[in-house]
């Protein structure tokens, strides 16, 4: 995050920025070490991991949040640079999207409570931000009606919605069932990750793009336009990573959900043994 915060300052080739590199490979490289070391007393078992189903629906979970915290941190941007709102109003104006997340969550979760499945609901919802954010795109700008803008992220939101539980439930159901703690950690651990990437990279991208039209002939246009022009990309990344999603979710095996919790599962095993 720091490299991609100064990176346009730094030089994203330059001494600091490779240092940083340097620092997340080795820190990464020396949790994969210790983790495996510790085996079955490990933080996250890497044994999860061998498993398809797990690895695939942390992957989408991550290209998920990375897509998610993308939005929500460039959107609100938006409504304040480009259209002239308010924090307070800026606020309000994400209301169609907060919204389109909470019904499709809680419609998902009761349909998926009395028919077990759950697949088809994290396929659709990422296509559906897929979708949304390509179409978001082209339309950041500073004459575009909001409505059409708030439209489309509310179809965004319903697409988030359907895709954050079922994802957890499928990494849950790759796991064996004592491990079903330690799987909704994993699961939320990996998307929080990619969500701080994605945040990161969406950074990078609106302000490196801001710089470059700051210093060409640009000059002459507002500088709402200019960020309006910078936000753009971010939104194609969005897709991106939620077609990148989609790809690794058409993949995913959907398995059974487990009739019982973790710490029941252990405590049956302990009378067994």
Not at 21 to 31: D, F, N, P, V
Not at 32 to 49: D, K, T
Not at 71 to 96: E, F
């Amino acid at each position: 995050m720091l490299a991609a915060e100064q990176g346009r300052t730094w030089g994203y080739g330059s001494p600091a920025a490779l240092t940083c590199y340097a620092l997340g490979l080795t820190g990464l490289g020396a949790w994969l070490l210790i983790e495996r070391r510790m085996g079955e007393e490990a933080l996250i078992p890497l044994r999860l991991f061998r498993a398809a189903p797990f690895s695939l629906s942390a992957l989408a979970g991550a290209a998920l949040g990375a897509a998610m915290l993308g939005t929500m941190m460039t959107l609100p941007l938006y409504y304040q640079i480009v259209r002239g709102a308010s924090p307070t109003r800026s606020g309000l104006m994400m209301l169609p999207l907060m919204a389109g997340l909470v019904l499709a969550s809680a419609l998902s979760g009761r349909v998926i409570a009395r028919s077990g499945r759950y697949k088809a609901f994290f396929v659709t919802g990422l296509a559906l931000v897929a979708v949304a954010a390509l179409a978001l795109s082209p339309l950041l700008d500073t004459d575009v009606p909001l409505i059409a803008v708030m439209g489309l992220a509310a179809v965004l939101g319903l697409g988030l919605g359907s895709s954050m539980q079922p994802l957890t439930l499928a990494v849950q159901a790759a796991a064996p069932v004592r491990d079903m703690g330690v799987a909704t950690s994993a699961a939320t651990f990996t998307r929080q990750l990619g969500g701080t990437a994605g945040i990161a990279g969406c950074v990078a991208v609106v302000f490196g793009r801001t710089g470059e039209i700051g210093d060409s002939s640009a000059m002459t246009a507002s500088f709402a336009g200019s960020f309006a022009a910078a936000v753009r990309p971010v939104f194609l990344l969005v897709a991106i990573l939620a077609a990148a999603g989609f790809l690794m979710a058409l993949l995913i095996k959907e398995l059974p959900l487990h009739p019982t919790t973790g710490p029941r599962a252990r405590a049956t095993e302990g009378i067994t043994r």
